[in-house]
């Protein structure tokens, strides 16, 4: 009888005080044996224990003690009036902070996608006199490209409906276009040696060759050596580079069967692929003074 007496002051005495209101005191004795004194009455360890861990409660929250719901807040036993009502105006104010969330959070997309689209705006206003093909510019992302041909990574396709001519896409790591390759199929009437310029204006080549001077200032190509030793095998590719790198004719040889064909490429890169490009395959010739 004693003892639940003691409990019912215990827990009557607990509201609306924080454990630091409490003279809480442990006497000499381990174990079993520690004896816990609050306000000078003798409690058991876990009610000692209870109310004191109840002043690291800063949350609005229930506690079970004994088959009994205590409700805490900030450190303090309280009625479940007082709950009820401190309940509601928390779950208010987590309302209004996930609105204020969303609203900020809505905010800052909108922000980065007007941002995003400056961007695009100005890097396409830039890209604009980039050397290409049509709308198919180095510099532009794989889904702005989706609007005029479908350039997968890596894969010879066809573009625009146009005969004779496929395309290949090269992307860097976020997807912007790097090189655009076309392949202009075989230089006909060859017979597998490419002859002196201007001997048969028909040669895609040459015709490549004349739009492309047409069009862009050339950096530098093949010599005539260059020409001979393509012909003997000891060069692989004949170059004509222009507009500072960005586009580049290729001559190569293809095997094919038992022989092997001439095999023309245009090559448009970005003004970093250009410039590397530019430098890797500069020609290096001795002069007359070397000697």
Known sequence: MKKTLLLVLLSLSFIGTSYA???????????NNKMHFVNG????KVHYDFLFNINEVKELTKRSFKDKTYYVYEGQIITKQRYLSLYQKVQEEKRIAEEKRITEEKKAEEKKAEEK??????RILFIKNYPGFRN????????ELKEFCDLRKYYWVKCYGIDNIK????YSDNDLLERLSLDMGPIVNTEGFLSVIGENDSNIFIKMRKTMGKNYSRDYGYSERDRQLFNEYEKSRLYEVYSKGQVVLE?????KDWSSDLWLYIHYLDPSKAETFLNDNRPV???????
Do not use: M, T
């Open 167 to 170: 395309f290949k896409a090269y």
């Open 41 to 44: 009455s003798l409690v058991k």
């Open 136 to 143: 198919l510019k180095p510099g532009l992302h794989y889904d």
């Open 117 to 122: 689209k400056k961007e695009l705006e100005q």
């Open 251 to 255: 001559i190569s040889n293809k095997e």
């Open 21 to 31: 209101e409490y003279e809480l005191k442990v006497l000499k004795g381990s174990g």
């Open 285 to 291: 010739r001795a002069s007359d003074d070397d000697f």
